[in-house]
Nanobody, 121 residues
Framework: QVQLVESGGGLVQSGGSLNLSCEGS????????MGWYRQAPGKQRELVAV???????NYADSVKGRFTISRDSGKRLVTLLMNSLTPEDTAVYYC???????????????WGQGTQVTVSS
């Protein structure tokens, strides 16, 4: 059974940095796009960054120049390095990957359980 497990969240002061990781396990045959989303209290879930299977990243305007997404497909790992954090970055961060699981011909989206990031002012 495919699972995505995030780690690296926590409490940090404004201006600080955190590095989130998400590792896939289970019957993963192939991974297409890998990405990070976040949801702040009272707000809708939003895209933070995605990276294609070819390694091309895309970022939300609000994080461009501050966040860096990277992947290691061999390790089924996607990371999000977050610098210059502000209180507005406070949210639960979710990993999402488009995966073809064993026994399936199709890719579908899988989500992690989320990791809390809190930035204090």
């Amino acid at each position: 059974q495919v699972q995505l497990v995030e780690s690296g969240g926590g409490l940090v002061q404004s201006g600080g940095s955190l590095n989130l990781s998400c590792e896939g396990s289970g019957g993963i045959v192939a991974i297409d796009t890998m990405g990070w989303y976040r949801q702040a209290p009272g707000k809708q879930r939003e895209l933070v960054a995605v990276i294609t299977s070819g390694g091309n990243p895309n970022y939300a305007d609000s994080v461009k120049g501050r966040f860096t997404i990277s992947r290691d497909s061999g390790k089924r790992l996607v990371t999000l390095l977050m610098n210059s954090l502000t209180p507005e970055d406070t949210a639960v961060y979710y990993c999402a990957c488009r995966i073809r699981a064993a026994g399936s011909f199709f890719f579908r989206d899988y989500w992690g359980q989320g990791t809390q990031v809190t930035v204090s002012s």
